[in-house]
């Protein structure tokens, strides 16, 4: 158990809908970093949240949208969904805002949402 | 830019083989790598990393050597056993701007040990 959790976890929705999915960081850590899994892209990052700001941004679709709260839990917000939307959506959270001069802070994730968008 | 490759699955093995996983980097700068095991039906889990050129990762029996001269991270166990039986992702860190950072992963191979 790594200390992250997210709700829910699965979700079948249907094509167009909006849906959000909830993280909780392991107690203490201050970022936030979604990615995506899914058969053909693979584990792909999408945003990093810091202590309540947005602090890293990559392929995430204008779709899609995240923030994180004061009590440092994050929801990513999926709409207009679209069939190419089904996948796994991981959390994971690391202790320091700043990644380390050599990268070298752990990502702990949690056990992931799986979307199905039918 | 920033990539990792890793060989493709399943692999196969009998209990008590000897397993090597290849992967290979392509990176600008001095990253961090990792690699990370998911379990049928469960998320990531952290298996060993190596913040520098020649350190050596290790945990449950399992070990990488960061060579930078090969850009290799390969994962290796001298016996397996049933219960590694999982997908294995390397992984590299990617700094970005403003300190934010991402992990970088390749695409995973399917292990499947056999008593």
């Given at each position: 158990d790594s200390g992250v959790t997210q709700t829910p976890k699965h979700l079948i929705t249907a094509t167009g809908q909006r849906v959000t999915l909830r993280c909780s960081p392991r107690s203490g850590d201050l970022s936030v970093y979604w990615y995506q899994q899914s058969l053909d892209q693979g584990l792909q990052f999408l945003i990093q949240y810091y202590n309540g700001e947005e602090r890293a941004k990559g392929n995430?679709?204008?779709r899609f949208s995240a923030q994180q709260f004061p009590d440092l839990h994050s929801e990513l917000n999926l709409s207009?969904?679209?069939?190419?939307?089904?996948a796994l959506y991981f959390c994971a959270s690391s202790p320091r805002g700043g990644f380390g001069l050599a990268g070298e802070e752990t990502q702990y994730f949690g056990p992931g949402t799986r979307l199905l968008v039918l | 830019g920033d990539s990792v490759t890793q060989m493709e699955g399943p692999v196969t093995l009998s209990e008590e083989a000897f397993l090597t996983i290849n992967c290979t980097y392509t990176a600008t700068g001095y990253p961090s790598l990792f690699w990370y095991v998911q379990y049928p039906g469960e998320g990531l889990q952290l298996l060993l990393k190596a913040t520098k050129a020649d350190d050596k990762g290790s945990n449950k029996g399992f070990e990488a050597t960061y060579r930078k001269e090969t850009t290799s991270f390969h994962l290796e166990k001298g016996s397996v056993q049933v219960s590694d039986s999982a997908v294995y992702f390397c992984a590299l860190s990617f700094l970005l701007d403003n300190q934010g950072g991402k992990l970088i992963f390749g695409q995973g191979t399917e292990l499947s040990v056999k008593p």
């Amino acid at each position: 158990d790594s200390g992250v959790t997210q709700t829910p976890k699965h979700l079948i929705t249907a094509t167009g809908q909006r849906v959000t999915l909830r993280c909780s960081p392991r107690s203490g850590d201050l970022s936030v970093y979604w990615y995506q899994q899914s058969l053909d892209q693979g584990l792909q990052f999408l945003i990093q949240y810091y202590n309540g700001e947005e602090r890293a941004k990559g392929n995430i679709l204008e779709r899609f949208s995240a923030q994180q709260f004061p009590d440092l839990h994050s929801e990513l917000n999926l709409s207009s969904l679209e069939l190419g939307d089904s996948a796994l959506y991981f959390c994971a959270s690391s202790p320091r805002g700043g990644f380390g001069l050599a990268g070298e802070e752990t990502q702990y994730f949690g056990p992931g949402t799986r979307l199905l968008v039918l | 830019g920033d990539s990792v490759t890793q060989m493709e699955g399943p692999v196969t093995l009998s209990e008590e083989a000897f397993l090597t996983i290849n992967c290979t980097y392509t990176a600008t700068g001095y990253p961090s790598l990792f690699w990370y095991v998911q379990y049928p039906g469960e998320g990531l889990q952290l298996l060993l990393k190596a913040t520098k050129a020649d350190d050596k990762g290790s945990n449950k029996g399992f070990e990488a050597t960061y060579r930078k001269e090969t850009t290799s991270f390969h994962l290796e166990k001298g016996s397996v056993q049933v219960s590694d039986s999982a997908v294995y992702f390397c992984a590299l860190s990617f700094l970005l701007d403003n300190q934010g950072g991402k992990l970088i992963f390749g695409q995973g191979t399917e292990l499947s040990v056999k008593p």
